[in-house]
Every structure is written in C-alpha cells, then in structure tokens.
C-alpha cells in the first residue's frame, strides 16, 4: 500500500512522532531507524520496515528503490512526504530522506543462544543510549552474538541508540534482564553450556592480556558513573584489570568494553 501526507495534524505524523517517546515505543512494540545506509543493512539482515517514509522528491539509489520494492512486496506500507514533516518526525532539522518504522523483536534471554558466538557484551545499569549503541557497533566487529542489557539500561530502539549503532541493532542479537534471571541463565545446570563472565576490576584482578578465557565468554561493563557493584563483580568468574598510563583512573563504559573484547577475541583465536 502507498499513499502521500501532506499535512502537520495527520494522525499518522502523530503516531511516527510518538515513537521517539520510550513509553509509546513500549506500548506500540515499535521503533524509528532513519537513514538509507541503517534501512539497507536491516534488509540485508532480513528485518523490514512495516512502513516506510520517504520525502518527496528525494534523490533517487538503486538501494532505496529495491527497499521500497521489497517492503511493499511483504505488505507494508510506503508513505512520501515532505522533508518539512519529515523534519517533524524526527525533531532534527536535517532529517534523513527515509524512515522505517521496525518491529520490535523478542529481547528475552529464552531467545539467545549463547554457542551462536564466542563473545557476547553485557552491559549493567547502562545509561547513555550512545554508549550502548557503540557497545552493538563493536559487538558487531568482533563478531560478538550481540548485546545483554541487565537492570536499568537506556532503551536500545531508541532512535539515539539506534543511530550510534550504525545498523549494529540489526546484526547483533539484543537480550534484557534482570541481574538475578541472567546469573541463572548464565549458569546453566548443563556444564557444557555454561558461560564465562569476565569484567574489569581492581580487586583481585589478573591482567587483562593473556588471561584465561574461555568461550562463550561474557564481557561485562557496569553504569558509566558508579562502575559495577561489588556483589557483581564478586560473581565474575575472571576479573581483570587494564593499565592506566595516565592521570585517567577509567575508561569510558563503550571503551573498556571494546578494549577488553578484543582482547578476549584474541586470547580465544
């Protein structure tokens, strides 16, 4: 189906609008992904928009014309507008000349397989969407299975989140839990399936180069402010420590994590 908006009040503007919003992306189960390059990369890995937005007279790309082909071929709905209400949509001045509008997906643990990677990430209390979409970008570069989120973590379909994934969010698996559901997920009664989780820490830590680890091998980072609580570190099966050269005492959350997978990432090849 295909129609145009040319009007501010349509409720459909409204809707999309209200998608930038965590409690109606909830409600709605939906979210917003702007960009030709991020709607091209979540075709490739098999995710549709159910509707797409686009602004009239917009330049035209082969790719932009083979996800408009595609999307109405599953049924969903095409809709040209201008850049004005696109604008609208999005609340940036230069909006992007296209928009999906995704499905949430199944984020619960049951939906992870933890043998389908070597390296998972997981982030505790994390609380800057732009973090956590660099945490699903460097997933995604080593090859990691995706990103488990414990507590009160930023919303990862946020369109801030979504956006400093750089289409990440449609490569790596994204799971939410609790700290106690995870801990008894993570320590399956099957010992073959059971996972190692590895943090940086100062206590009782060894160094992170050349430890031993083991797959599938949990990297875990804690709120950007306050760290990992003890009692979380104390139920890490490997603590490490990186060595500040610096006056710094700390790396950034989406840093550690991407210095430390990468290190697991060799320590396991």
Not at 233 to 253: H, I, K, Y
Request: with cysteine; proline share 4%; glycine share 8%.
């Amino acid at each position: 189906m295909r129609r145009t908006i040319t009007g501010f009040s349509n409720p459909t503007v409204k809707y999309l609008r209200s998608l930038r919003d965590k409690k109606h992306r909830k409600r709605e189960r939906a979210f917003l992904a702007e960009g030709l390059r991020l709607l091209t990369d979540a075709r490739e890995c098999g995710r549709l928009p159910r509707q797409l937005v686009m602004a009239e007279k917009r330049d035209p790309h082969p790719l932009l014309d083979a996800l408009e082909s595609d999307v109405l071929a599953a049924g969903g709905e095409v809709i040209d507008t201008s850049p004005d209400i696109l604008t609208k949509i999005t609340g940036k001045d230069n909006a992007q000349a296209v928009i999906g509008v995704f499905e949430e997906w199944d984020t619960s643990l049951s939906a992870v397989d933890r043998n389908a990677a070597p390296i998972w990430l997981v982030a505790q209390a994390l609380r800057d969407p732009g973090n956590l979409g660099t945490m699903l970008r460097t997933g995604d570069a080593v090859g990691a299975g995706g990103l488990i989120l414990i507590d009160d973590c930023a919303d990862p379909f946020s369109v801030e989140a979504v956006r400093a994934s750089m289409g990440a969010v449609f490569t790596q698996q994204v799971a939410r839990a609790s700290w106690g559901d995870f801990l008894v997920w993570l320590r399956a009664k099957d010992e073959e399936k059971r996972g190692q989780l590895v943090a940086a820490s100062l206590r009782d830590a060894v160094p992170y180069r050349g430890a031993a680890y083991q797959a599938p091998c949990f990297v875990l980072v804690g709120n950007e402010s306050q760290g990992l609580p003890q009692g979380y570190e104390d139920a890490c099966d490997l603590r490490v420590t990186m060595p500040m050269r610096g006056r710094a005492d700390s790396l950034n959350a989406a840093v550690a994590a991407a210095v430390l997978a990468y290190e697991v990432l060799a320590g396991l090849e």
